[in-house]
C-alpha cells in the first residue's frame, strides 16, 4: 500500500512538473496569442470568473450596505454613471464607446451585473477595481458615498428602458467629487502610498524600489528620493513641498513634463510618506 502511493505521489509530481514546463515553454517561445482579436479559452474565462466570484465574496463580507432608496441619491447615481461608467458598459439603448468594444475581456453588462449581485458586492469591485479586466479602482477618483450612489442607481438600471434612462441622464454634473474634507485628513500613510503610486500611474514612468510595474521608464529613478535636496531642481526637498509638487507639478515649474494627474490631498500625504522610506542609506 505504502509502494502504491509513493508511486501516485511521484505520477503526481511528475506531472505537474511537466505542465509546468508545458506552461514556460508557451509563455518562452511565444506561443500563447497576446492579441486582444483573440478571446480566452473558456477554461480561462471560467477560471477568472470562479478567482472573482470567491475573492470578492470574502473581501466584501464586512461592507455595511447604507440606505440606497433615495431619489437623490439614485438621480446623482445616474449622473456619475454617465460621466464614468456608460463609456465602457453602456447604457440601455446606449452602446459602449469604441475603445470599450476592443477591449479582451470584454467590459460587463451591468444591467445582469445589478441582477446576480448583491450592492455590497457592486460596491466593493467599483472601489477596488478588478486585475487584469482594465476595471479600474474607483476609490482614488470618487468617494465612497459617490460610489454608493452608483450602487443605488445600478440597483434600478435593469428597470429602465431607453428613454427611461436618457430621461435620467438630464445632463447635470454630479455632485462634487472632491474627496475628504481637511477635518478628516490623517498622517500619511506609507503602506497606503506605496498603493496609490499604482493608481497615479507613478510605475509607468518612474522605477521605484520596492514597487512592481512596467519596465519601459521615461522619467528618473525615486530610488533615494528621501535623501535628494531638491524637487524637480525647482524647490528644497519637504514633506509640504513633495505634496505641493504631487497635487500640481505645472504650477511648481512650469513646463514640467511631469502631468496633473489629480492627486488628492491625502493620497499625496500617503505617496510622500511612503517616498521618504526611499533612502540610500538602508542600502
Not at 151 to 179: E, N
Amino acid at each position: 500500500m505504502m509502494r502504491a502511493g509513493r508511486i501516485a505521489a511521484l505520477a503526481i509530481a511528475a506531472s505537474g512538473a511537466i505542465a509546468g514546463i508545458l506552461c514556460v515553454a508557451i509563455v518562452y517561445f511565444g506561443w500563447y496569442d497576446v492579441s486582444a482579436t483573440s478571446p480566452h479559452r473558456a477554461v480561462v474565462y471560467h477560471l477568472m470568473d470562479t478567482a472573482l466570484a470567491r475573492s470578492v465574496k470574502l473581501r466584501s463580507a464586512d461592507v455595511q450596505v447604507p440606505e440606497l432608496n433615495g431619489e437623490e441619491r439614485i438621480q446623482n447615481g445616474a449622473r456619475l454613471y454617465s460621466t464614468h461608467c456608460v463609456q465602457c458598459h453602456g447604457a440601455p439603448g446606449v452602446a459602449p464607446q469604441p475603445y470599450a468594444l476592443g477591449l479582451n475581456p470584454a467590459p460587463a453588462a451591468l444591467v445582469a451585473t445589478a441582477r446576480a449581485r448583491p450592492a455590497s458586492d457592486i460596491f466593493w469591485i467599483t472601489r477596488q477595481g478588478i486585475k487584469m479586466t482594465g476595471m479600474p479602482a474607483w476609490r482614488y477618483r470618487l468617494t465612497d458615498d459617490q460610489i454608493w450612489d452608483v450602487v443605488a442607481f445600478m440597483r434600478v438600471l435593469p428597470t429602465l428602458s431607453p428613454a427611461d434612462y436618457q430621461h435620467m441622464d438630464d445632463g447635470q454634473p454630479p455632485a462634487s467629487t472632491d474627496h475628504a474634507p481637511p477635518d478628516s485628513l490623517r498622517l500619511g500613510d506609507s503602506v497606503a502610498g506605496k498603493a496609490a503610486l499604482h493608481q497615479y500611474l507613478c510605475v509607468t514612468c518612474h522605477t521605484i524600489p520596492g514597487v512592481t510595474g512596467a519596465w519601459n521608464h521615461v522619467g528618473p529613478s525615486l530610488a533615494g528620493m528621501a535623501d535628494r535636496p531638491y524637487i524637480a531642481g525647482a524647490m528644497a526637498n519637504t514633506p509640504e513641498n513633495l505634496q505641493r509638487w504631487l497635487r500640481a507639478p505645472g504650477a511648481v515649474k512650469q513646463g514640467t513634463v511631469m502631468p496633473d494627474l489629480g492627486v488628492s490631498e491625502q493620497d499625496a500625504r500617503d505617496i510622500a510618506a511612503f517616498l521618504y522610506t526611499l533612502s540610500k542609506r538602508d542600502r
